[in-house]
Nanobody, 112 residues
Framework: QLQLVESGGGLVQPGGSLRLSCAAS????????IGWFRQAPGKEREGIGC????????VYADSVKGRFTISRDNAMNTVYLQMNSLKPEDTAVYYC?????WGQGTQVTVSS
């Protein structure tokens, strides 16, 4: 049974950085496309980016393009979301997703 576990969230000031991790057990993430989503209070869950299965091509939502970067560490069976130049509007619970499976989410709060 696949399990995804996000970590790395926290409180950060505007302009700061965080790196989120999505660690997997029960499957090899290298074999799958992995997406990152977020859900802010009172808003619908939105996709912010994904990394492809074949060649690690990444795609990002306009709201995070140029600030966020998705990468893999196959040896660690982990996918990362590097978030730079954080803004208060980035505050949300962040989730990783592999078709049919969600992690439990990690809270990111951007505030001074």
């Amino acid at each position: 049974q696949l399990q995804l576990v996000e970590s790395g969230g926290g409180l950060v000031q505007p302009g700061g950085s965080l790196r989120l991790s999505c660690a997997a057990s029960g499957a090899t993430l290298q074999n799958y496309a992995i997406g990152w989503f977020r859900q802010a209070p009172g808003k619908e869950r939105e996709g912010i980016g994904c990394i492809s299965r074949r060649d690690d091509t990444t795609v990002y939502a306009d709201s995070v393009k140029g600030r966020f970067t998705i990468s893999r560490d196959n040896a660690m069976n982990t996918v990362y979301l590097q978030m730079n130049s954080l803004k208060p509007e980035d505050t949300a619970v962040y989730y990783c997703y592999k078709s049919g499976y969600w992690g439990q989410g990690t809270q990111v709060t951007v505030s001074s």
